[in-house]
């Protein structure tokens, strides 16, 4: 688990994954890490998998929907609409492997200082410009269920370059045992 951490830590290109056990345990974890609290808003789009709404009703926030556009992925110009003051995390999901306009989401969500997690769980390998798609954004969630691109039978990885957000993942998922330096 620690080489296969380390070869997709190398692969997307980013500092920290971290192996789950899922891709909807990965959303639900990182939701978490982004202190995605009872009653706060969190956006995603119409066209998606039912587990990224799952994970959000899961840990007690509200998934607000937003429509797609012509590339089949969340509309910029919706998710300005759908905005309100209690808007913690937009979850943009690159849906079979075709990117989001990502830049101008994050463009959006960094005037309002809205979080932003990529549903990446189909999009192992896909890119945006020259980088992996998963690696735009706070943090990113692949699935490694036996329907994606590739499969350990389940399982998922949470993508990170922030520090913070791998420590706390790191911690929740494994019962608020204590961040060891040495296996990270
Ligand atoms: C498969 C999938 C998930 C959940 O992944 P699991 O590993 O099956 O829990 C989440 N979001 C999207 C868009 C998916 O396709």
């Known amino acids: ?5 380390s070869a997709c830590e190398k692969y997307f290109g980013v500092k920290k994954a971290l192996a789950v056990t899922s891709g909807t345990a ?37 998934p607000i929907i937003v429509n797609v556009n012509e590339t089949l992925n969340m509309s910029p110009d919706e998710l300005s609409k759908k905005i309100t003051k209690k808007t913690k995390a937009v979850i943009p999901v690159h849906m079979l492997v075709y990117p989001n306009k990502i830049n101008e989401i994050k463009k959006i969500c960094k005037k309002k200082k809205i979080k932003i997690l990529e549903d ?18 706070d943090v990113g969630v692949i699935s490694f269920d036996f329907g994606k691109t590739i499969t350990t039978g389940e399982g998922g990885m949470i993508v990170t370059n922030n520090k913070k957000i791998y420590q706390y993942c790191n911690q929740y998922h494994d019962h608020g045992h204590k961040f060891k330096k040495n296996i990270a």
């Open 1 to 5: 688990v620690r080489e296969f951490e």
């Open 26 to 62: 990965g959303i639900k974890i990182a939701l978490r890490a982004l202190n995605i609290k009872r009653g706060d808003e969190v956006i995603t789009q119409s066209f998606n998998f039912i587990a990224t709404i799952e994970a959000i009703l899961d840990i007690g926030a509200k």
């Open 120 to 137: 990446n769980c189909e999009t192992l390998g896909g890119k945006y410009k020259n980088k992996y798609l998963g690696n735009y954004s």
